[in-house]
């Protein structure tokens, strides 16, 4: 099946409370990481056993290939230090780890970004030529070969052919997370991703 990223919108201040916690930061971001794990998945759950999900959107195996188009940056082997400048960083990759072990590994690991860190992120994907950058950096694609970049799909899908550029994979995931963006900084919402 390979890597995914999951992304949540939520409330600000619902997080807010969940990261208050009278024990100190760690064990707020210990709250917050355990409710969004328990997080209601059928209506009839008690939402105030968990932290509410405003929107959720995945993405294809395309995650570390938007990082790469977006950043103009490989990702490491040492997923702990994101790579490229922000707010570019922050679609993918950046944001404060939600980590049960107090680790920073960015992969399988929830990571949270603030309102503030949104907003900036959907400034920078609106001002982006999607189809100019993908012009300029499909050569640096595919020179990196970022995760399943040859190999979105099950063969005799429409997005089998090709690799990410050519079968459109990449411009259909670039255009989600866009638009999942701009609601959340439209709500003024945090966002929590995970790739996994």
């Given at each position: 099946?390979?890597?995914?990223?999951?992304?949540?919108?939520?409330?600000?201040?619902?997080?807010?409370a969940l990261l208050d916690h009278p024990d100190g930061v760690r064990a707020g971001r210990d709250r917050l990481l355990q409710a969004w794990w328990d997080m209601p998945d059928e209506p009839e759950q008690d939402p105030?056993?968990?932290?509410?999900?405003?929107?959720?959107v995945w993405t294809a195996r395309t995650w570390d290939a938007l990082h790469v188009l977006l950043t103009g940056c490989e990702n490491t082997?040492?997923?702990?230090?994101?790579?490229?400048e922000a707010?570019?960083?922050?679609?993918?990759?950046g944001g404060l780890v939600l980590s049960p072990d107090g680790g920073a590994a960015r992969l399988k690991t929830p990571l949270l970004l603030t309102p503030d860190e949104v907003r900036a992120v959907h400034a920078h994907l609106q001002?982006?030529?999607r189809d100019a950058l993908i012009?300029?950096?499909?050569?640096?694609?595919?020179?990196?070969?970022?995760?399943s970049f040859g190999t979105t799909a099950e063969p005799g899908r429409p997005d089998a052919e090709g690799d990410m550029v050519q079968n459109g994979s990449l411009a259909r995931d670039f255009d989600l997370l866009?638009?999942?963006?701009?609601?959340?900084?439209?709500?003024?919402?945090?966002?929590?991703?995970?790739?996994?």
């Open positions: 099946m390979g890597f995914w990223m999951w992304l949540t919108r939520h409330d600000q201040e619902q997080v807010l105030s056993a968990a932290l509410q999900v405003l929107e959720e082997d040492d997923d702990m230090v994101p790579t490229g707010p570019a960083r922050d679609v993918v990759m001002a982006v030529d012009r300029e950096r499909h050569p640096l694609l595919r020179e990196v070969g970022p995760y866009r638009d999942f963006y701009a609601r959340a900084a439209a709500g003024g919402d945090t966002v929590i991703k995970n790739i996994m």
